[in-house]
């Protein structure tokens, strides 16, 4: 193996092995120095990556979160504390994309600690998704928070309202408030909004903070420390990192050069190989990927979640990225046959869970560093606007004009409906034909699921995703819908447009209106409505864009039309 020199002298976290590409990092990282990439960054030079300031001048107050908010420690401390004193046992967080994913990484590895509330995200507009929230929580022992940093997320707003006016008809009006919190940018309606509601408080973000770099900000830490995160210790790790980061060889900038070497010599798929315990890190990467690099016809494709597989299951489009927790080797036999069969590996190596303090800081840096060497701009996200745009106009559409949400069926058979795709004698042949006529050099396969979440419906997509990865020997990713809008929609709409996207949605066994306004009884849409629209908003943005798109409607039988798709690939 060809190592980081530092990381076996100096106890750093990553090695590698490279093998033909092993020359390309070294020139990518001389590149670094002579060209003082890393100093320019924290020096907040736009010109690393465009001459145009705009989008990334306001964007760099990631490099600064670890101090910032190691400064607001205390505060955040006494906020959980009056919390737990007063018996909350649940804490609702309200967002999408960047402003509910890293707490939801941390939730799910950490867990509340004893005595602290339970974190729990909602970040779907499926009806079902959004009941079974609030069947999960006692309103009277549960503090909600609604975070967004515009203070426009439409999802985010509408999550608010519908708890919001629940938690009134329960506890009334004047006490409701002090059950809500927000965390949003100075200036945004949410401010205004939270002070008309009189919500508990308030936590203004440093503005000059994209979502995705967000982690180590409020919106990751305030959620974090309300189930009993030791802050402290999570901030001193990342301190440790964000200072190895200022170094032209630390592990950030070997990180980042490696990752865009890799994505220029079409090792663009970047699978993550994690550990069990740090499984729900992948969720946060791949929205930084994804957004930060998926524009320009350029793109860094993150596969989470995808089963390990043998050698001969890939073709020569990966780049393995094994993070592996200390005393943990359940991967290591399988890393090692995929590196001895000439499959480029990084791996990363954590002391325990806290070092995902570290971690946040480190891809944030390394991908910044990779934009830089794809020529692109990491901080800002072109795409991700035109499925909210045509959703909208869908919903204007629909509620002005009476104008119907669904599309042209190609195939009915059963339950079982099918948009687009070649012509085919049942929902198996046309899977099969849609992915075998569209593979080309590079492809990978999307599965957007626009499903209530749930185990047995995990386990029903990850057969189908394995059964479709060993098949055809694709990468293949999973996202559920529509929260993948907010994560990896800006790569599917501006990469090279090698995805071949595969819908599917289902009938709502209930839906749920979305009140008007706060406190309003009032309302003129539904969360299934709104679903819809960003269905038939996304499949049309990414058919504007050029890409392939099937959609299967599974009508009331989820696992089983899903099962009835894996096992007609057999």
Not at 297 to 314: A, H
Request: proline share 5%; net charge negative; with cysteine.
């Amino acid at each position: 193996m060809v190592e980081n020199r530092r990381a076996a002298e100096q106890g750093r976290t990553i090695s590698w092995a490279l093998g033909a590409y092993q020359d390309f990092v070294e020139r990518g990282l001389a590149a670094v120095s002579d060209e003082r990439i890393v100093a320019r960054i924290w020096a907040h030079d736009h010109t690393v990556w465009n001459p145009n300031p705009a989008e990334i001048k306001n964007r760099l107050g990631w490099l600064h979160s670890v101090g910032v908010m190691s400064r607001n420690i205390q505060q955040l401390t006494e906020l959980a504390d009056t919390v737990r004193a007063e018996g909350c046992t649940h804490v609702l967080l309200l967002g999408m994309g960047g402003s509910s994913l890293a707490a939801g990484v941390l939730a799910k590895t950490f867990g509340p600690k004893s005595g602290y509330p339970e974190l729990v995200v909602l970040d779907s507009t499926d009806p079902g998704a959004v009941l079974a929230c609030w069947k999960q929580c006692d309103p009277a022992r549960s503090l909600f928070i609604v975070s967004t940093k515009s203070g426009t997320t439409v999802e985010t707003l509408s999550f608010f309202k519908f708890f919001y006016n629940r938690v009134v008809d329960l506890l009334g009006e004047e006490r409701a408030g002090q059950h809500f919190i927000a965390i949003t940018d100075p200036g945004s309606p949410l401010t205004s909004l939270a002070e008309r509601c009189r919500f508990r408080t308030t936590f203004l973000n440093d503005p000059h903070i994209g979502g995705r770099y967000s982690a180590l900000s409020c919106f990751g830490l305030v959620p974090a420390v309300l189930t009993g995160i030791d802050l402290n210790l999570l901030l001193k790790r990342a301190a440790i990192m964000s200072s190895d980061g200022e170094s032209s060889s630390g592990d950030p900038a070997s990180l980042g050069v490696i990752l865009g070497e890799m994505a220029m010599a079409d090792r663009d798929k970047v699978t993550l190989v994690t550990s069990p315990g740090l499984e729900p890190f992948g969720d946060w990467v791949e929205q930084l990927l994804a957004e930060s690099t998926g524009k320009k016809g350029r793109g860094i494709l993150p596969v989470v979640g995808e089963p390990l597989g043998s050698p001969e299951n890939y073709r020569n489009d990966r780049l393995f990225v094994y993070l592996r927790l200390a005393g943990d080797t359940e991967y290591e036999k399988k890393v090692a046959d995929l590196e001895r069969a000439g499959h480029p590996v990084v791996t990363i190596s954590l002391e325990d869970r806290y070092d995902l303090g570290g971690q946040f800081f480190l891809w944030e840096m390394a991908t910044a560093l990779a934009g830089w060497r794809m020529g692109i701009n990491p901080f800002d996200q072109p795409d991700v606007e035109s499925s909210k745009v045509l959703a909208r106009l869908m919903m204007d559409e629909y509620v002005k004009k009476g104008v119907p949400l669904e599309e042209e069926t190609s195939l009915i058979d059963g339950d079982i409906m099918v948009f687009g795709g070649p012509v085919s004698e049942d929902p198996g042949s046309a899977l099969a034909s849609f992915i075998g006529e569209g593979i080309t050099d590079g492809a990978y396969i999307a599965l957007q699921a626009y499903l209530q979440a749930g185990p047995e419906t995990d386990k029903a997509l990850h057969r189908l995703r394995v059964r479709l990865r060993d098949r055809f020997r694709l990468a293949t990713t999973m996202g559920y819908g529509p929260r993948f809008l907010h994560s990896t929609g800006q790569l599917h709409k501006g990469d090279a447009g090698r995805g071949l996207f595969v819908q599917f949605t289902a009938d709502n066994a209930t839906d749920v209106p979305i009140p008007d306004d706060p406190g309003s009884s009032a309302s003129s849409m539904t969360f299934g409505l709104l679903k819809k629209a960003q269905v038939v908003g996304d499949r049309k943005a990414l058919k504007d864009a050029g890409r392939q798109v099937i959609r299967f409607h599974l009508g009331s039988d989820v696992i089983g039309g899903l099962n009835r798709l894996t096992e007609a690939l057999a």
